[in-house]
């Protein structure tokens, strides 16, 4: 193990049957970074085919003994794995910010959105049900709701733990089975998950976890034994995935980039609209797939926006992210940190003005000296064709345009490819709903930003993604509907 503070991080990191799984074959592993402090934190064991037929076969024993049980017996189950996820609420979270670099502070709250992922769908587990319909002479049909079988999830490095959360809590609630792949970046947290459902009574093999790259991904999505593979990220990625999918006609859930709308009205409260455009820019070093990185601020209030916005950025404390203190903590990587302050350069070269951040950020703690820190940046002056305006930048990184007219603000939100989500900002009801009802995205906010309650469908338009994560719909998503005809008379034959 590695010593994290109060916490240690445990290892081997891949898990199913009920155990942690150490591979025999360490010639495929690689260095994993802690963000913080750019130091080793271990080598990552990748899974190959036979470590992934291992997984899905286990997955696949739990699906047997899991399905046949009632909704109240799993849900008895998934209210205790929620109960242990709120006594170890702290040191998840801590070990969340190893392994991820965020603040203290949002990685409770993730670790809070995975309990109550889990807890709301516990008590849906109960619920699943069919239709009657009655038909002539007494004949009658039903449908039945019936789980999918062994579900691939595979997540993101942004939110690791809470992504393992928001996919194997409907996925289990159905009673399917779950093979898990974290992003190879952020392998820690997704392990102890898999304990914490063992702990609270699932059956061996019920959620499992295996680790690595593009290929480990790809022989999951290919497993002849996988019903349904949902996977946040990359929209490139999504498309290989949903490709491969379509090879066994397998049931996809893709959530998917994002570079979403954030509109400003004159009427707005200028507060709450500078505090929607930093939660909108800011949480998790910008790293969030929903985010309002095209901030369109109505003319007549520009001025007073861009200093309240950039006075407000300039105070945000960058470091240490296990500090309760801090509010920005280390992006990811170093490669994805220069590609960020790449961005901002090319921005500048472009014409936008850079109102304040946009370099890299050495903390005064020397431990802290090699992480990936950078200053969240406020971009002025941008216009439409710019690639800080196009491009999904992912990292703290706001750009901010200026617009005249309601139908102007609403044609050029609507002007990407992408539309996962998109905010409004104005005292006027009835010019919210009538914006919201134009725009092109599958998750809107009014007078607010990146809320993301667990009752509540979330998912994207266009090519930010097919399906929805959260909320009653989900259910949906996991499992599949048979019909069942019965006849109470004689067969009426035509031969």
Same mark, same amino acid.
Request: glycine share 10%; net charge negative.
């Given at each position: 193990?590695i010593?994290? #503070?109060?916490?240690d991080? /445990?290892?081997p990191?891949n898990?199913?049957s009920g155990? @942690?799984v150490k591979?025999?074959?360490e010639?495929?592993?690689?260095p994993?970074?802690?963000?913080?402090t750019g130091?080793?934190?271990c080598?990552l064991?990748s899974?190959?085919?036979?470590?992934v037929? /291992?997984a899905?076969?286990?997955a696949?024993?739990?699906?047997?003994?899991?399905?046949?049980m009632s909704?109240m017996?799993?849900?008895?189950?998934?209210?205790?794995?929620? @109960?242990i996820?709120?006594?170890r609420?702290?040191?998840i979270?801590?070990?969340?910010v190893?392994n991820n670099?965020?603040?203290?502070? $949002?990685?409770r709250?993730?670790?809070?959105?995975a309990?109550?992922?889990i $807890?709301?769908?516990s008590g849906?587990?109960?619920?699943?049900?069919?239709?009657?319909?009655?038909?002539?002479?007494?004949?009658?049909?039903?449908?039945r709701?019936e789980?999918?079988?062994?579900c691939?999830?595979i997540?993101?490095w942004n939110y690791?733990?809470q992504?393992a959360a928001?996919k194997?809590?409907?996925?289990?609630?159905?009673g399917n089975?779950?093979?898990?792949?974290?992003?190879?970046?952020?392998?820690?947290t997704a392990?102890l998950?898999?304990?914490i459902?063992?702990?609270?009574g699932a059956?061996?093999? !019920?959620?499992?976890v295996?680790?690595?790259?593009?290929?480990?991904?790809t022989?999951?999505?290919?497993?002849?034994?996988?019903?349904?593979v949902?996977?946040?990220?990359?929209?490139?990625?999504?498309?290989?995935?949903m490709e491969?999918?379509?090879?066994?006609?397998?049931?996809?859930t893709?959530?998917?980039g994002?570079?979403?709308? !954030?509109?400003?009205?004159?009427?707005?409260?200028?507060?709450n609209a500078?505090?929607?455009?930093?939660m909108?820019?800011?949480?998790? /070093?910008?790293?969030?797939?929903s985010?309002?990185?095209?901030?369109?601020?109505q &003319?007549?209030?520009?001025?007073?926006?861009l200093?309240?916005?950039?006075r407000r950025?300039k105070?945000?404390?960058?470091?240490d992210p296990q500090?309760d203190?801090?509010?920005?903590?280390?992006l990811?990587?170093?490669?994805?940190?220069n590609?960020?302050? #790449?961005?901002v350069?090319q921005?500048?070269?472009?014409g936008a003005k850079?109102l304040?951040?946009?370099? &890299?950020?050495?903390?005064s703690?020397?431990?802290?000296?090699?992480?990936y820190y950078m200053?969240?940046?406020?971009?002025?002056?941008?216009s439409?064709e710019?690639t800080?305006?196009?491009?999904?930048?992912?990292g703290?990184?706001?750009?901010v345009?200026?617009?005249?007219?309601?139908?102007?603000?609403? @044609?050029?939100a609507?002007?990407?490819?992408?539309?996962?989500a998109?905010?409004?900002f104005t005292?006027d009801?009835?010019?919210?709903h009538r914006?919201?009802e134009?725009l092109k995205?599958?998750?809107?906010?009014?007078?607010?930003y990146?809320?993301t309650?667990?009752?509540v469908?979330?998912?994207?338009f266009?090519?930010?993604?097919?399906g929805?994560?959260? #909320?009653q719909v989900?259910?949906?998503?996991?499992? /599949?509907m048979k019909?069942?005809?019965?006849?109470? #008379?004689?067969v009426?034959?035509?031969?």
């Amino acid at each position: 193990c590695i010593s994290s #503070g109060t916490m240690d991080v /445990q290892f081997p990191l891949n898990f199913w049957s009920g155990d @942690r799984v150490k591979i025999k074959n360490e010639s495929t592993s690689e260095p994993v970074y802690e963000p913080a402090t750019g130091r080793v934190l271990c080598n990552l064991e990748s899974c190959g085919t036979v470590e992934v037929d /291992q997984a899905v076969q286990a997955a696949q024993s739990a699906y047997q003994t899991w399905n046949r049980m009632s909704g109240m017996e799993r849900a008895r189950i998934m209210i205790e794995a929620a @109960r242990i996820i709120e006594n170890r609420r702290e040191d998840i979270a801590e070990i969340e910010v190893v392994n991820n670099g965020k603040s203290i502070t $949002e990685a409770r709250m993730d670790v809070d959105s995975a309990r109550l992922c889990i $807890e709301y769908y516990s008590g849906l587990a109960n619920t699943l049900a069919g239709q009657h319909v009655q038909l002539t002479g007494g004949s009658f049909a039903y449908t039945r709701r019936e789980p999918l079988g062994v579900c691939v999830g595979i997540g993101a490095w942004n939110y690791p733990f809470q992504i393992a959360a928001w996919k194997s809590a409907p996925a289990l609630a159905c009673g399917n089975s779950m093979v898990f792949k974290p992003s190879p970046l952020t392998p820690v947290t997704a392990v102890l998950l898999a304990e914490i459902y063992a702990k609270a009574g699932a059956p061996e093999g !019920l959620f499992n976890v295996v680790q690595g790259g593009q290929e480990t991904g790809t022989l999951l999505c290919h497993h002849p034994d996988v019903a349904k593979v949902s996977f946040t990220g990359s929209v490139p990625t999504g498309k290989k995935i949903m490709e491969m999918c379509s090879k066994g006609v397998k049931h996809v859930t893709l959530e998917l980039g994002g570079k979403s709308p !954030l509109l400003i009205f004159e009427d707005s409260d200028l507060k709450n609209a500078v505090n929607g455009a930093l939660m909108a820019n800011f949480l998790s /070093q910008g790293q969030v797939c929903s985010n309002g990185t095209r901030v369109f601020v109505q &003319r007549q209030i520009l001025p007073e926006f861009l200093k309240e916005v950039v006075r407000r950025t300039k105070a945000i404390e960058i470091g240490d992210p296990q500090l309760d203190s801090t509010r920005m903590g280390a992006l990811i990587s170093r490669p994805h940190l220069n590609r960020v302050l #790449g961005f901002v350069e090319q921005a500048r070269k472009e014409g936008a003005k850079v109102l304040c951040g946009g370099e &890299r950020f050495v903390p005064s703690d020397a431990k802290l000296s090699g992480g990936y820190y950078m200053t969240p940046c406020v971009l002025g002056d941008c216009s439409d064709e710019m690639t800080c305006v196009k491009e999904e930048i992912f990292g703290p990184v706001m750009s901010v345009l200026s617009f005249e007219t309601e139908e102007e603000a609403v @044609r050029r939100a609507n002007a990407s490819a992408l539309g996962l989500a998109a905010g409004v900002f104005t005292s006027d009801v009835k010019r919210a709903h009538r914006v919201v009802e134009q725009l092109k995205a599958g998750s809107c906010f009014v007078n607010n930003y990146n809320i993301t309650p667990v009752e509540v469908p979330f998912g994207g338009f266009k090519m930010s993604g097919i399906g929805r994560e959260n #909320g009653q719909v989900t259910i949906e998503h996991y499992t /599949q509907m048979k019909t069942v005809f019965v006849e109470m #008379g004689d067969v009426d034959s035509l031969f």
